[in-house]
């Protein structure tokens, strides 16, 4: 226990407090950042934080947040090649895609700032000047993505909702093309919402000082930041959380209601397999949905708290400050869960996911005994290709609904 809070103790002193301070608050925007500069300035003096404080940072900052995140970038590369494939194509998946990539682009940004826990590298000149300029970039890059993440499960969450509640002309409202239209327009849209952050802050070039950046004239804006605060908590927090639960729980009646019609009305030949493999992917969708407001509860609920009781009241309390790096998790633990929401549910998933990789994997592995073997084991080789191409070949031809 003692070692635990000896290296923790370490993060929260010289660099490290500039890098706790400066460690984005999911949903809340520019108010975590703002903590450091209200530092600088005098305005909040540091003081030697509680002993389960500093074991909440090095648990949630240091142990499990650098392995939930190498999890999820491999998590969300294979989806983003599974869901790329032709047999793939649909609106929804389209939505999944940008999803992955989003998660995959705010894991991949958070690589540099585990890097920093390494003091030897963290004590080298090229990498201070490094994390300084980097300091900035990521706090515009984890605002920018977990928008993204964010407004893109909306999305898809509501082309479900239309694809089951109007069946019938689901595919004429719900198109690829639209999909791809409403995709760009949020990652265009949450750039320019946050594009001012890069010039909130400056990078810190005294080297002497712990803090990596200093705030610009922008962020000491009392008009500004009351714009950013109210603007962060609403589009990022309040707005999209309150249209998930809605949408989501009209979603949850549609599956449940559908699937007693269909039980209740089963005959031969009915319930065709696009109608399954709706239900499917609204299954996906309802629980990555479900999986989102669990993760995403901390970040609102604080949230909330600081529109009611202000920021550097809040963070004065060490239990706010150790559900902050809480919700840091949780938010990175939301971007890497997918796949194996995709495994866990879509079998059209898991059949591709194994017909390239393990088939490939399968074929090298099988490769040098192709000399040694006899003229009936390559027989019955053949006609287990042949069956296990035609599983592949029924289960892509089932409905473009289906993930």
């Not at 947040?65 to 194509?89: A, D, Q, Y």
């Not at 400050?321 to 997918?338: A, R």
């Not at 088939?359 to 027989?379: C, D, F, I």
């Not at 287990?384 to 892509?396: G, P, R």
């Amino acid at each position: 226990m003692n070692n635990i809070t000896e290296t923790a103790q370490q993060v929260i002193s010289s660099d490290g407090m500039a890098q706790v301070l400066t460690t984005l608050i999911p949903l809340l925007g520019t108010q975590a950042a703002n903590t450091t500069v209200a530092m600088t300035t005098g305005r909040v003096r540091p003081s030697v934080p509680p002993e389960y404080l500093l074991q909440v940072i090095f648990v949630c900052d240091q142990v499990l947040t650098p392995l939930v995140v190498c999890f999820g970038i491999i998590g969300n590369i294979f989806s983003i090649v599974v869901l790329t494939r032709k047999e793939m194509s649909s609106p929804t998946n389209c939505f999944l895609k940008a999803l992955a990539a989003s998660d995959v682009m705010l894991l991949v940004v958070q690589i540099p700032h585990f890097l920093s826990y390494n003091h030897r590298l963290n004590d080298t000149h090229s990498f201070k000047i490094f994390y300084r300029y980097y300091t900035i970039f990521r706090y515009f890059a984890n605002n920018t993505f977990i928008t993204c993440t964010c407004w893109i499960t909306v999305a898809v969450t509501i082309e479900r909702f239309i694809s089951l509640r109007f069946m019938m002309n689901s595919r004429m409202v719900c198109t690829i093309r639209r999909a791809r239209r409403a995709i760009l327009a949020i990652f265009l849209m949450s750039f320019v919402f946050h594009f001012s952050k890069f010039f909130e802050y400056e990078p810190n070039l005294n080297l002497r000082q712990p803090f990596p950046v200093v705030g610009t004239a922008l962020v000491h804006s009392t008009a500004y930041e009351t714009y950013v605060h109210i603007a962060n908590i609403t589009l990022a927090a309040i707005i999209p959380v309150f249209v998930l639960i809605v949408v989501n729980s009209f979603l949850i009646f549609f599956l449940t209601t559908h699937r007693r019609r269909m039980l209740k009305h089963k005959t031969p030949g009915s319930g065709s397999t696009s109608q399954v493999d709706m239900m499917h992917i609204s299954f996906i969708v309802v629980s990555m949905v479900l999986v989102f407001i669990i993760c995403h509860s901390v970040g609102v609920f604080l949230a909330l708290n600081i529109a009611v009781h202000g920021r550097y009241k809040i963070f004065a309390n060490p239990l706010f400050v150790s559900m902050k790096h809480v919700n840091g998790l949780l938010v990175f633990v939301n971007s890497s869960i997918n796949f194996l929401l995709y495994c866990a549910i879509s079998r059209k998933f898991r059949t591709t996911f194994a017909s390239i990789f393990l088939g490939r994997l399968s074929k090298k592995m099988s490769w040098p005994l192709q000399t040694s073997t006899n003229e009936q084991s390559m027989l019955s080789k053949a006609n287990v290709t042949t069956l296990y191409t035609s599983q592949i070949s029924t289960t892509s031809s089932k409905g473009v609904d289906d993930l």
